[in-house]
């Protein structure tokens, strides 16, 4: 796929898909998490057309990659999309609830359905949750038998879900170690910033989450190995930022000075890429 064409199809399928994520989002009782896909652009309240925000122009615009031909601005994309519980709640239900290794849709039907009714004021037929799941495995899980007229969506790149020839998908805790450190400093500042008078954060919450917040080691699909060697790498490239600490028997990664903001590591990162 040309860059142009690739770019133009994440950004209308990301519109779709949280066209039909949105009304799943409504009557979501917690406090957002992290992350806000949909502040990459913003609708206008009485015309149809939409405009990108900050985060959009430093992510996407000229002086981001615009045509995403950095690996670390898919995983960056995946973050803010897995990260957002009120404009994608179906991702934030799969990367950060849903725990079956191996499965099948109707698995993850079930899996969701349950949990629009236990968390979401809002309700959902099971025709509609089964259209959100579709949208999801589209989005993440490549198959051998689409064609050049219907081509994976880039975020399948990532490996995060794969065809499984005995269950139908599987979608692995793993190392990771292309994992670019930048994306993994990119989520943990933003977690940091989510909750700015924590200075210090257990490496099992930032790993497997604590039910209401996203975990990055969730969010990447991280084995409890990947996200120590994914804390190691993004420590090294980034030393004055964060470092690790055992305090009353808990490992702790802890943020070291001021809390960042996540759009100026996207500004840094793409300047000293592209110039």
Avoid at 252 to 264: F, K, M, N, S, Y
Wanted: include cysteine; aromatic fraction near 10%; glycine fraction near 6%.
């Amino acid at each position: 796929m040309r860059r142009a064409a690739r770019a133009r199809w994440l950004r209308g399928h990301a519109r779709q898909a949280g066209r039909e994520w949105r009304h799943c989002a409504r009557g979501h009782r917690r406090r957002d998490p992290p992350g806000h896909a949909a502040d990459l652009a913003d609708a206008h309240q009485q015309r149809d057309w939409r405009h990108p925000t900050h985060r959009g122009h430093r992510l996407l615009g000229s002086e981001g990659d615009p045509y995403l031909e950095d690996d670390a601005t898919l995983w960056i994309l995946h973050w803010l999309i897995s990260a957002n519980a009120s404009e994608a709640t179906g991702f934030f239900w799969f990367f950060n609830r849903f725990a079956m290794p191996r499965f099948r849709d109707q698995d993850a039907l079930v899996g969701l359905i349950d949990f629009t009714n236990q968390e979401l004021e809002a309700k959902r037929s099971a025709s509609t949750l089964k259209s959100d799941i579709a949208t999801l495995l589209r989005m993440y899980a490549a198959l051998e038998t689409r064609t050049d007229e219907y081509l994976d969506s880039p975020l399948a790149q990532l490996g995060l879900i794969e065809p499984d020839a005995e269950a139908g998908y599987r979608s692995l805790r793993a190392s990771r170690s292309f994992l670019p450190p930048i994306a993994v400093h990119f989520a943990l500042a933003d977690r940091f910033a989510a909750e700015p008078q924590q200075p210090a954060l257990p490496v099992r919450v930032m790993l497997y989450g604590d039910g209401e917040w996203v975990a990055p080691g969730a969010a990447f699909r991280l084995s409890e190995e990947g996200m120590m060697a994914a804390l190691e790498r993004v420590m090294d490239q980034f030393p004055d930022c964060y470092e690790l600490r055992d305090t009353a028997g808990v490992h702790q990664i802890c943020r070291r000075g001021a809390v960042l903001r996540p759009l100026d590591i996207l500004s840094d990162y793409y300047r000293s890429r592209y110039g």
